[in-house]
């Protein structure tokens, strides 16, 4: 059982940035392919960027290349989303989520999910 708690999400002005965090209970985080989502209001949830376990390998949805960086720190048990350059569309609720493969983290369904950490970019 992994459970997942997201911080630092908050108002920010267009061009601005945030760094999220999720940090993981349990001794396996190393195991897990760690991902972030986002669901915009109206719109279905999406994949923004997944990390592998050893942090060795990362990958992105194209919108978000060059603007969002995904890390991980496994002494810590706590993955990271940077965001910079962010822009009104960005704005959503980014959820944190744990997999045991890429395919189940880049198709959407992780085991596990966090509760959500609101973003909100103002023009």
């Known amino acids: 059982q992994v459970q997942l708690g997201e911080s630092g999400g908050g108002l920010v002005q267009a061009g601005g940035s945030l760094r999220l965090s999720c940090a993981a209970s349990?001794?396996?985080?190393?195991?897990?392919?760690m991902g972030w989502f986002r669901q915009a209001p109206g719109k279905e949830r999406e994949y923004v960027a997944g990390?592998?376990?050893?942090?060795?390998?990362?990958h992105y949805t194209d919108s978000m290349k060059g603007r969002f960086t995904i890390s991980r720190d496994n002494t810590m048990n706590t993955v990271y989303l940077q965001m910079n350059s962010l822009k009104p569309e960005d704005t959503a609720v980014y959820y944190c989520?744990?997999?045991?493969?890429?395919?189940?983290?880049?198709?959407?369904?992780?085991?596990?999910w966090g509760q959500g950490t609101q973003v909100t970019v103002s023009s």
């Open positions: 349990g001794r396996t985080f190393i195991n897990y392919v």
């Open positions: 990390i592998s376990g050893m942090g060795s390998s990362t």
């Open positions: 989520a744990a997999a045991r493969n890429w395919a189940a983290m880049k198709g959407g369904s992780p085991e596990y």
